[in-house]
């Protein structure tokens, strides 16, 4: 009997052993970093979705000109929205240009797009700001566009909503049908909402409003909804039930470093992307800078190159006794985006 229990143990070992070999020679891991502008190298505040048009996953997001030799601030302006696409589960990004938004003469600025889709339509809303300044500044509205394809984009208008100088919306729609957008306000987060993505009716206070932040975004998973917030120290969690009442968590997340290439000094800006039970966010850091504020005009009032460039990288999450945390990213995790319908 012994013997039997000892051929029926190392049966189940070699097994064991051979599905974990089988699995991590399957596993698609993560590159670190995920992506890197090639033009400008100042990729942030990217958004992540499945271009049916395409048949591509793609990631929209700001392309600072983190390379050029600008005054102060410059490099955050004159932005375009740039595309990165992969055909490989996320496994590879490739650069595949710009989008051509804009509206009026001159060069402006395009910051931080959120899209989704509706009724076969892709709507995308944005941070527009008039011209290129040196320094921070500048009237910030949001502005609305369409698409059915993802590359070609009209021009809807740029919305009402309580006051002008809103950035970073993040949009979910609700189990009745509603669009809700959350923007940045004065540091806080705002709320407007929309039966049709054209027309918005905004609160007439914040709803989160107890840290300065920017760049919320929300999402549902594991049975809760939730907000994670750009507080330029890693990410504010917030949970609700209803959308409606939000519980701050005490931990942040992505407030350290990680072990990975250009995965420090801490995460900034992001999006959350849910396929079945898995979670995924992307954010981006700023690799030569040792907090995320840190950075120093020299003496002609010019940040060096290395601190202004950007990285995207990419996080699992996980929902532990109630509590949003980030799976060890010094550790290999399985990231694989699956096709969609």
Sequence with gaps: ????????????????????????????????PLFRDPVYDGAADPVVFWNRHEKQWWMLYTQRRANENTADVAYCYGNSIAIASSDNHGKNWVYRGTLDLEFERGKNTFWAPDVVYADGTYHMFLAYIQGVRNHWGGQARMAHYTSTNAWDWNFEGLL?????NVIDGTLFQDKTGTWKMWYKENSQSWLAESDDL??????????????????????????WYWMVTDQWAGMGVYRSADL????????????????????????????????????????????????????TLDADGKYPYSEKRSSIQVAELLVNNGKLEVKDRNQPFHFYLPEME
């Design 244 to 295: 409606e009442h939000w519980t701050k968590q005490a931990e942040p997340i992505l407030a350290g470093a990680s072990s990975r290439p250009e995965d420090t000094p801490s995460g900034a800006h992001g999006d959350v992307v849910v396929v079945g039970d898995q979670a995924y966010i992307f954010y981006f850091t700023h690799p030569g800078r040792k907090t995320h504020g840190a950075a």
């Design 160 to 164: 009402s909503l309580s006051s002008e």
């Design 1 to 32: 009997m012994k013997h039997l229990l000892r051929i029926l143990t190392c049966s189940c070992f070699v097994l064991c052993l051979a599905f974990a070999e089988g699995w991590a020679q399957n596993m698609q891991q993560a590159p670190a």
């Design 198 to 223: 054209f027309n918005w009716t905004w609160r007439d206070e914040p709803v989160i409003a107890d840290q300065a932040h920017e760049g919320p975004k929300v999402f549902e998973f594991n049975g």
